[in-house]
C-alpha cells in the first residue's frame, strides 16, 4: 500500500503494558469514536469521533512510541488496536498495520464488529486489512438480536456476519463475551452462543469478561446517568457457569501467556 500524505488517526489514549488485550504483553491503543452505546461500557469517553482530550497522530509516530517498550514484549506481544470502535478508522488501522507488519510487529485488533459490511468500498479495505492482521479479539456482547439491542443500541446481524466471515477466510480470532447480571447471562443465551460459537472453525480462544463498575466514574464525569447503576458484578458461581456453558477450556490458543 503506496500512501503519499499519511493517515492521521485520532486516538483516545494508549497502555504500555497491557495483559488483557491478546498475548503476552502488548502496548494497546485506544481510538476515538464509536456508535455503538453499550449501557455497561467502562470506556463512553472514546463514543465521540471528535474531543477536546484526543490525540491526532499518524502511524509511524504512534509506532515509533510503541517501539519504546518492545524489549518487553517477549515472543508473544505486540501492538492491540481498540477502542472505541477502531473499524471506524479503517484507512487509519491500515496504514498502521500494514506499517507495523514491516517493523516485525504482532498486530492484534479488539473490535465489536459494528461497522463491517461486505459492501464496497469499505469491504475491500477490510480484506487488505486482514492481510496484515495477525489476530482479531472480537466481541458479541449478545447472541439475542432483541437483547442485543436493547443493551448496545443495534441489532447483532452484522456481527454475527463479521464472525461468519472470519472462519470463512481462516483469520484467527478470539469470540469475547461480557457477562452481566440480568443483561447478558441467559442460560440460554449462552447455550445459543456457543453453539454459534462451534459453527466457527477459525477460533481460538473463548473469554468471559465478567461485568465491572470501574467505568461508573467516567458516565459521572461525562454528566450521564449511569444505566446500570446498582447492578451487581457476576458471582464466581455465575462465571464458572457462563464458562461451562460456553465451554471456554476447549479452546487451547494461547493459555499459557
Not at 132 to 144: F, M
Amino acid at each position: 500500500m503506496t500512501v503519499d500524505t499519511p493517515t492521521v488517526g485520532y486516538v483516545h489514549s494508549t497502555e504500555n503494558f497491557a495483559t488483557f488485550d491478546g498475548p503476552g504483553i502488548r502496548y494497546a491503543i485506544f481510538l476515538q469514536g464509536c456508535r455503538m452505546r453499550c449501557q455497561f461500557c467502562h470506556n463512553p469517553d472514546t463514543w465521540d469521533l471528535e474531543t477536546d482530550s484526543m490525540r491526532e497522530v499518524t502511524a509511524n509516530e504512534l509506532l515509533d512510541e510503541a517501539e519504546h517498550f518492545k524489549s518487553y514484549w517477549g515472543p508473544k506481544g505486540g501492538i492491540t488496536l481498540s477502542g472505541g470502535e477502531s473499524l471506524l478508522q479503517i484507512d487509519f488501522l491500515l496504514e498502521l498495520f500494514t506499517e507495523a507488519k514491516k517493523r516485525g510487529i504482532h498486530t492484534t485488533l479488539d473490535t465489536a464488529g459494528q461497522p463491517f459490511t461486505r459492501r464496497d468500498p469499505w469491504f475491500s479495505k477490510f480484506n487488505e486489512l486482514l492481510e496484515v492482521t495477525d489476530l482479531i479479539l472480537l466481541d458479541i456482547k449478545e447472541i439475542n438480536n432483541q437483547r442485543h439491542k436493547k443493551e448496545t443500541g443495534w441489532r447483532n446481524d452484522n456481527i454475527l456476519d463479521l464472525a461468519t466471515y472470519l472462519s470463512e477466510v481462516g483469520q484467527p480470532a478470539w469470540i469475547r463475551h461480557v457477562l452481566v447480571p440480568t443483561m447478558s447471562d441467559f442460560d440460554e443465551d449462552l447455550i445459543e452462543l456457543d453453539k454459534f460459537i462451534k459453527t466457527l472453525n477459525n477460533v481460538e480462544r473463548v473469554e468471559v469478561l465478567p461485568y465491572h463498575t470501574m467505568g461508573k466514574f467516567k458516565w459521572e464525569n461525562l454528566g450521564r446517568a449511569y444505566p446500570l447503576d446498582g447492578v451487581p458484578e457476576p458471582t464466581e458461581a455465575r462465571v464458572k457457569n457462563a464458562n461451562e456453558l460456553l465451554h471456554t477450556a476447549d479452546y487451547t490458543g494461547y493459555l499459557t501467556d
